[in-house]
């Protein structure tokens, strides 16, 4: 594809990105910012979660990893569900009868202000990272289609991307973002089919052949039962899909601010509910579109990419199909990262503002969107470090990475949660962050050490649930006696 042609879609998509920011948040206030004045509609914000839930790294990575992991991705996604029933039925209710803007307001609540401020800390490492891995792929895929052949460097790269998430989300916050996500929606399923529609034309399949020929291939063997130790292991996979989802979603600040953002419980717990059924469909389609992209690729001697990543924009974008189907590439790749960047971007500006910074207790309204400001542009500074920092070192699969520093990052969140709803003893606050970090580190060691110690046994995205683990374990050797 043309550079011009793929700038040029970029610059058409933002500028319908702006202007429907602009329009959702020009009278928002800091509670708009950060929880949509709590007035949004159920199904809007339904809508708009299918997308916030797909993030650039789901719409490259999923498709190319089929060939490794078959369609066994789907075995975590109905985990995911799961998990989004919990949360539904659990955490919701909780964050809704305590009025929180932050969801880490209740650590305080509950323990104090160090587990307060740990629970803030790793939320903000972990979707710093988070965001920073997702929207590096973007980065590699506008490197290789714009900036490489018009001889720029990846630092202009990075500045141009993240300058233009920070451009639409300084404004309008949750506002704006529940309206730009439903944008995304529509965009990421459209082109997904769309895609799915042309290559299938290609190869001269009607649909119930298309469905046929997907079926029968070895990639789409979905459940697996037989070796344990194989990390695509049924009970492996879902259980941490259920965990991954209640620690990546319902204890995450960047997708729980949407749904604080509806009118009451009920109305959250019913776009809980409604998304997570849409998420599982929308997966499904990206792993099918992966199993054709393979099929067309060998019948057409297209020599497989080292990394799976790009085995997708490989095939959309070098001439293989009409333009269109690169259009339509671009269109569903910058409408996953850019919105998924935007969401964390402004989560990651509330978390700090009012967690690690406290503004909204100690300042005016007006002091609080100065800090507010100040906090969002400095947030955008260090995702753009982090993104060059992950080029230098990056060597797998970006959506392994991004489960991978979530069992390290969120493990101790999800531990804390949990002692918090489920255990009624009061700890000894200012040693939790002690807790907190030796937890990850035991990981680590048990990780490394997994396969030697327990007869070949390899740990996966389970490690989250050791990690959450330790830091219960831990937290109950904190609890204060009672005199």
Same mark, same amino acid.
């Given at each position: 594809m043309?550079?011009i042609?793929?700038?040029?879609? +970029? ?7 702006? #202007?429907?920011?602009?329009?959702? /948040?020009?009278?928002?206030?800091n ?8 007035k949004s509609?159920?199904y809007?914000?339904a ?10 790294v ?15 991705y789907?075995?975590?996604v109905? /985990? ?19 009025n ?12 104090g202000?160090?587990t ?21 792929l973007?980065? $590699? ?15 202009l790269?990075v ?14 916050? #949750? ?14 399923? /459209? ?14 399949l009607?649909?119930?052949g ?16 037989d ?14 899909g ?9 204890? %995450?600040? %960047? ?7 509806c009118?009451?419980?009920?109305d ?13 469909? +929308?997966i ?36 293989y ?9 671009? $269109? ?13 971007l ?8 009012? %967690?690690?910074?406290?503004?909204t207790?100690?300042?005016?309204e ?32 970006v ?20 002692? /918090?709803?489920? $255990?009624?003893?009061?700890?000894r606050?200012k ?23 327990f007869n ?28």
């Amino acid at each position: 594809m043309s550079p011009i042609l793929v700038l040029s879609t +970029i610059i058409c998509y933002f500028i319908l990105l702006y #202007v429907i920011s602009y329009i959702a /948040g020009r009278k928002a206030d800091n509670e708009g910012f950060f929880v949509g004045n709590r007035k949004s509609h159920w199904y809007v914000v339904a809508f708009a979660m299918i997308g916030s839930s797909i993030s650039g790294v789901t719409f490259v990575s999923v498709p190319g990893m089929v060939a490794v992991n078959n369609f066994a991705y789907l075995q975590m996604v109905f /985990g995911f569900l799961a998990g989004q029933v919990i949360i539904a039925f659990l955490l919701i209710p909780l964050f809704y009868k305590m009025n929180l803007v932050s969801i880490y307001e209740y650590l305080e609540n509950r323990f104090g202000v160090s587990t307060y401020k740990t629970g803030a800390w790793f939320f903000f490492i972990s979707k710093m990272l988070g965001a920073a891995v997702r929207l590096f792929l973007v980065c $590699v895929v506008l490197q290789l289609l714009v900036f490489e052949p018009l001889h720029l460097p990846f630092f202009l790269n990075v500045i141009f991307t993240v300058s233009l998430v920070w451009f639409y989300t300084f404004r309008g916050g #949750v506002k704006a973002l529940i309206w730009t996500d439903s944008l995304k929606t529509i965009c990421l399923v /459209g082109s997904v089919l769309f895609c799915i529609y042309y290559i299938a034309s290609d190869l001269h399949l009607s649909f119930g052949g298309m469905m046929q020929a997907i079926a029968e291939h070895d990639y789409s063997k979905t459940f697996f039962f037989d070796d344990v130790n194989d990390k695509r292991y049924f009970f492996k996979q879902f259980l941490a899909g259920v965990f991954t989802m209640i620690a990546m979603t319902g204890l %995450d600040q %960047d997708m729980m601010q949407r749904n604080l953002s509806c009118k009451n419980f009920r109305d959250s717990q019913k776009n809980m509910i409604t998304s997570g059924i849409c998420q599982v469909l +929308i997966i499904l389609l990206f792993l099918m579109l992966g199993v054709l992209l393979y099929i067309f690729a060998t019948k057409s001697g297209i020599e497989i990419p080292k990394k799976s990543d790009e085995l997708f924009p490989l095939i959309a974008t070098h001439g293989y199909f009409p333009k269109a189907v690169g259009v339509l590439f671009i $269109v569903g790749l910058i409408s996953a990262a850019y919105s998924a960047a935007g969401s964390a971007l402004t989560a990651l500006t509330t978390s700090f503002t009012v %967690d690690i910074l406290g503004s909204t207790r100690k300042k005016t309204e007006e002091e609080t969107t100065k800090v507010r400001k100040k906090v969002h542009v400095a947030m955008s500074v260090v995702m753009g470090l982090v993104i060059i920092v992950i080029n230098l070192l990056n060597n797998t699969s970006v959506i392994d990475a991004v489960y991978i520093l979530a069992s390290y990052t969120y493990g101790p969140i999800l531990g804390m949660f949990a002692f /918090g709803m489920f $255990v009624k003893k009061q700890v000894r606050d200012k040693y939790v962050p002690l807790v907190a970090v030796l937890s990850p580190v035991l990981c680590f060691i048990l990780q490394k050490n997994s396969q030697a110690w327990f007869n070949g046994y390899s740990f996966s995205y389970e490690l989250l649930i050791f990690n959450a683990l330790f830091t219960f374990i831990g937290l109950v050797l904190l609890i204060k006696k009672q005199k």
